[in-house]
C-alpha cells in the first residue's frame, strides 16, 4: 500500500516560515520523482515545486518551482528516509493553502499527472 504522509503545516505569522514534510512508503522512493501541490479554498491545485530522483543530470539540476515561488521556497529530498522536503519563507496570506506531496516515476508526470498523492496538510498565513 501506498503512503505519502505530510506533516509540518500550521500557522504562521507573514514573513515566516515552515519546513514540509513528506515521509513515503509502499514506493521504491529512489526511483521516483517527487512534488508538491497546493490549493487554497475556491482555487484549483497549483504546482509548488518538483525534484527529480537524480537531482543533477547533464543539463543540471532536475528541480523545478511554480512561477509563484520567486526563490522563496526550496524543495529537496532525502532518500536514505524516503522523504521529501519544502522549506518555505517569506510566507504571505497568498500562500494559505492545503500543501499536498505527489510521486511520479516521472519527472514530467509529477507535475502534470501524479500516480500518488498524499493527504495534505494546512498551512495558514495570518497575523
Known amino acids: 500500500q501506498v503512503q505519502l504522509v505530510e506533516s509540518g503545516g500550521g500557522l504562521v505569522q507573514p514573513g515566516g516560515s515552515l519546513r514540509l514534510s513528506c515521509v513515503t512508503s509502499g514506493i521504491t522512493f529512489s526511483n521516483n520523482a517527487m512534488g508538491w501541490f497546493r490549493q487554497a479554498p475556491g482555487k484549483e491545485r497549483e504546482f509548488v515545486a518538483s525534484i527529480n530522483y537524480n537531482i543533477w543530470n547533464a543539463h543540471g539540476p532536475n528541480i523545478g518551482y511554480g512561477d509563484f515561488v520567486k526563490g522563496r521556497f526550496t524543495i529537496s529530498r532525502d532518500n536514505e528516509k524516503n522523504a521529501v522536503f519544502l522549506q518555505m519563507n517569506g510566507l504571505n496570506a497568498e500562500d494559505t493553502a492545503m500543501y499536498y506531496c505527489?510521486?511520479?516515476?516521472?519527472?514530467?508526470?509529477?507535475?502534470?499527472?501524479?500516480?500518488?498523492w498524499g493527504q495534505g496538510t494546512q498551512v495558514t498565513v495570518s497575523s
Open positions: 505527489a510521486a511520479s516515476r516521472s519527472y514530467v508526470g509529477v507535475r502534470t499527472s501524479p500516480e500518488h
